[in-house]
């Protein structure tokens, strides 16, 4: 049995044994957190010494001019186009409406789907309203989202991408570059399937299309990208309210353009990555009944219908 000196002595070694391990535990913390500390200071250090890699450059901005108009389908193709655009970098959608005012439900689509947006509105003219022969739609929405352009952008690429064609994405970093104007096929277009540049012995040599109607550029809408410093250099280039003639007037609008200007993407015209799509057409929704559904979620699901 140990006497009481014997044991205040073996207490006293205890508690030195456990201090002296509790100081050993926070030196080699210490040492830990600041060796950590020290090569995180270095590493941040040798990562800003390096050249950023081309995927961390700052891309040049890409501006897609959609037009719209109220119909059944208009929230579903712009909830279609809307995530294929959300993929791509550095982007702003300027939605322009053929309306005197912008709608709610629309605002709202944009806003849930979350890529940069304007929403404007560019009424079609009332003398192209009343005629009886085929009226040149999209014509002032495009031409708005020009003036947007020559207002607010001073470097990009601009892209009429109208919101019921279908569209790869890779096109849109293809285009991103373009110096003046950028040419490329399109799926699905009159009745050669396909509206094209000719490219012979790696230049233009024409066009391909199920109909060239006299015009200079037979191409279709989706086929084409411009610099927006070269719409600069054009002040006066505009889409004409002419049906059937949008696209090859508005490139003649950008003239001096030569051949050799235009730069052929998507393999040399080899592939296509942009498809001239239609969503078929549906008839207005039938009136909601009221007394039979006003208390269901059905009543809610009618305030998201777009009718004509």
Same mark, same amino acid.
């Given at each position: 049995?140990?006497?009481?000196?014997?044991?205040?002595?073996?207490?006293?070694?205890?508690?030195?044994?456990?201090?002296?391990?509790?100081?050993?535990?926070?030196?080699?913390?210490?040492?830990?957190?600041?060796?950590? #500390?020290?090569?995180?200071?270095?590493?941040?250090?040798?990562?800003?010494?390096?050249?950023?890699?081309?995927?961390?450059?700052?891309?040049?901005?890409?501006?897609?001019?959609?037009?719209?108009?109220?119909?059944?389908?208009?929230?579903?193709?712009?909830?279609?186009?809307?995530?294929?655009?959300?993929? =791509?970098?550095?982007?702003?959608?300027? =939605?322009?409406?053929? *309306?005197?005012?912008?709608?709610?439900?629309?605002?709202?689509?944009?806003?849930?789907?979350?890529?940069?947006?304007?929403?404007?509105?560019?009424?079609?003219?009332?003398?192209?309203?009343?005629?009886?022969? *085929?009226?040149?739609?999209?014509?002032?929405?495009?031409?708005?989202?020009?003036?947007?352009?020559?207002?607010?952008?001073?470097?990009?690429?601009?892209?009429?991408?109208?919101?019921?064609?279908?569209?790869?994405?890779?096109?849109?970093?293809?285009?991103?570059?373009?110096?003046?104007?950028?040419?490329?096929?399109?799926?699905?277009?009159?009745?050669?399937? =396909?509206?094209?540049?000719?490219?012979?012995?790696?230049?233009?040599?024409?066009?391909?299309?199920?109909?060239?109607?006299?015009?200079?550029?037979?191409?279709?809408?989706?086929?084409?990208?411009?610099?927006?410093?070269?719409?600069?250099?054009?002040?006066? *280039?505009?889409?004409?309210?002419?049906?059937?003639?949008?696209?090859?007037?508005?490139?003649?609008?950008?003239?001096?353009?030569?051949?050799?200007?235009?730069?052929?993407? *998507?393999?040399? #015209?080899?592939?296509?990555?942009?498809?001239?799509?239609?969503?078929?057409?549906?008839?207005?929704?039938?009136?909601?009944?009221?007394?039979?559904?006003?208390?269901?979620?059905?009543?809610?699901?009618?305030?998201?219908?777009?009718?004509?």
């Amino acid at each position: 049995m140990l006497l009481p000196q014997a044991k205040e002595s073996k207490v006293n070694e205890n508690l030195s044994n456990k201090m002296a391990l509790g100081k050993s535990i926070k030196m080699y913390l210490t040492i830990f957190i600041a060796t950590t #500390c020290i090569y995180m200071v270095l590493y941040q250090y040798h990562m800003s010494r390096q050249p950023l890699a081309a995927n961390e450059l700052v891309k040049p901005p890409l501006y897609i001019i959609t037009p719209t108009y109220r119909r059944p389908e208009q929230l579903a193709e712009l909830t279609r186009l809307g995530y294929t655009l959300k993929h =791509v970098l550095n982007l702003l959608w300027l =939605v322009i409406e053929d *309306a005197n005012k912008t709608n709610p439900l629309v605002a709202h689509t944009l806003d849930r789907i979350g890529v940069p947006y304007e929403y404007l509105v560019a009424p079609m003219p009332e003398q192209y309203k009343l005629t009886k022969r *085929a009226k040149p739609r999209g014509v002032s929405n495009r031409n708005r989202g020009l003036d947007y352009l020559r207002a607010n952008a001073t470097e990009g690429v601009l892209y009429f991408a109208d919101d019921d064609n279908t569209y790869d994405v890779n096109i849109f970093e293809q285009m991103r570059y373009t110096k003046k104007v950028s040419m490329w096929p399109v799926g699905l277009v009159t009745k050669t399937g =396909v509206s094209s540049p000719i490219i012979r012995e790696g230049k233009l040599d024409g066009y391909y299309d199920g109909w060239i109607g006299g015009r200079k550029y037979p191409v279709d809408m989706a086929g084409f990208a411009v610099s927006v410093k070269f719409l600069h250099e054009r002040p006066h *280039a505009k889409m004409p309210f002419k049906p059937g003639y949008e696209e090859d007037g508005f490139l003649r609008s950008l003239a001096p353009l030569q051949n050799n200007e235009i730069e052929l993407l *998507a393999d040399e #015209c080899r592939e296509i990555l942009t498809w001239h799509t239609q969503t078929k057409k549906n008839p207005a929704a039938l009136p909601f009944n009221q007394t039979r559904y006003g208390n269901t979620n059905l009543a809610f699901i009618e305030k998201l219908l777009v009718r004509p």
